[in-house]
């Protein structure tokens, strides 16, 4: 126990924040904001909290540090707790988005930035923090931003208050400059030499190229861990998938022996306990090969990686006016973050970077730095959450960017849409209510037309499988199998049902893990949606709603579905395909989805999102009658004469049929 907390002492004093804790902590002292910058893994997270609280600055208050990345907030507060020799959730915890793990006890909270900016709802002042560190302010996400606006007023109304901004990049001017010209300290770094190589060629298959390079490195390179970029969680897999197929091919066709490769996907769907495994050391001398998404660029950092693949590319929400809506979109990333990526192999000693794209394509066609998020996804939360403020006039707010107002519009319109805006722009009855669900609009519309139409209790649980990642388990070996399995839960004319019908059969069977495992579900995201769940209901509860249920009289459900996507309701057009009514955007039906058993394709649907690949499919389909958006929705819906009495048409060939079927027996 000894030499293990000797050791962790060892390692804070190792760090570059180190040898400048008294300078930084004057600094605090001497100044209500403050920016600091440094070099990922110098120690600004997990150092800053702890040299504040043994400054006293924890006496009789606490300190708020967040994140943007729920991981890095769960992973943090666990190393800090570690080194803090308490157990995390006691002195040391962490909030992020329906998970608490706080007690009276803690004094250092690290939390998404969300969480921090739902809190100003109740707090605006934030009395309960005596310090906030915004950590990763570079990354802007987009409560980050609305933070920043925020943050402003507390510190001009408050002067006990201190704000400390950090970031990994150069960005720091821009945030000093919007507090007014505040102090920037500087850790001094200390990283190695990194070699950049490039593709001669651009490549087809990154992921492909990437496990070819992996797999070089490995067999021909002096020993070091590995860091690869990819998008996500799809394009991970298949890598872990290849990369172990390679080695299997490797030890079964040489009598030679194969050093160990240990492969680790990271990303931030992926259980904590698998996580926390890229700290570990690999054993028996194993050389590492971590597959990440831009978690690892500086939001974690793993010590001992000497080569880092870089495909070139990332994920980013994008809000696409002209489908109104934010997809997913794979994206050229910037300089600064494929630069951020490649400091990643120089942390421990001089490393080499291999980046799958031509030097011609760094210099020429990527951006410098990162577009902000707030300039580029949905504002729907955003708005909500200003309006309920009091910020009338959202284009007075004072943004470090301000978002296009396009953007801005777009948004009011969809929240007028659903109800929560009226005619000039204030919240609604159901607006006010919808602000006090930790939701998207659409979502929070859904639980409070389940209100409506007495059918909570469904919509409830509707409403939280959708806050988690798919329960759905399909391993690649046995796909066939696990297709069966989920068919045996559909509903046909509703996945959102579907997924009301699996977790009500789960619940039947007591919640049991082994009853999972038989049907291919996963047990750890079904229990999440219970506590999902079992939050939204205290909310419910303390706004006195009470839980309704219409039992099996699914067809409400569907209605109350349907009133939260108006913006996502879609006309039929071929076998499969669809059209947006609002904008006439094609998108498709996606081979998984219940819909299929129907036996036809419905007239109208309505999607829960859009994901891009090599199609726009829809994901999480609805069939719903064309006379419930027109009775529930604003006028835009093109629902033409024709589809109506073409429904009604079909309804009376089926009558006949029923009775020419009847009349011959
Ligand atoms: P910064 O915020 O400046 O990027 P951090 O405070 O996150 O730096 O990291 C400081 C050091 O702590 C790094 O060397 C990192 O490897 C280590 N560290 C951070 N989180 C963990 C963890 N969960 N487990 C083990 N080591 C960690
Ligand atoms: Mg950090």
Redesign the pocket.
Known sequence: EFAKSKSISQ?RQY?P?YSVREELLKVVRENQVIVVV??????????LTQYLHEDGYTNSSIIGCTQPRRVAAM??A??VSEEMETELGDKVGYAIRFEDVTSPNTIIKYMTDGVLLRETLKDSDLDKYRVIIM?EAHERSLSTDVLFGILKKVVARRRDFKLIV?S?TLNAKKFSDFFGGVPTFHIPGRTFHVNILYSKTPCEDYVEAAVKQAMTIHITSAPGDILIFMTGQDEIEAACYALAERMEQLITSTSKAVPKLLILPIYSQLPADLQ?KI?QKAEDGARKCIVATNIAE?S????GIYYVIDTGYGKMKVYNSRMGMDALQMFPVSRAAADQRAGRAG?TGPGTCYRLFTESAYQNELLPNPVPEIQRTNLGNVVLLLKSLKIENLLDFDFMDPPPQENILNSMYQLWVLGALNNVGSLTEIGWKMVEFPLDPPLAKMLLMGEQLECINEVLTIVSMLSVPSVFFRPKDRAEESDAAREKFFVPESDHLTLLNVYQQWKANQYRGDWCNDHFLHLKGLRKAREVRSQLLDILKSLKIPLTSCGMEWDVVRKAICSAYFHNAARLKGVGEYVNCRNGMPCHLHPSSALYGLGYTPDYVVYHELVLTTKEYMQCVTAVEPHWLAELGPMFFSVKESDTSMLEHKKKQKEEKTAMEEEME
């Open positions: 390692q760090l924040i440094g070099e990922t893994g110098s120690g600004k997270t997990t150092q992973s943090v666990k190393r950590d950090t990994a926390a700290f500086t974690l950092t793993v010590d942390r």
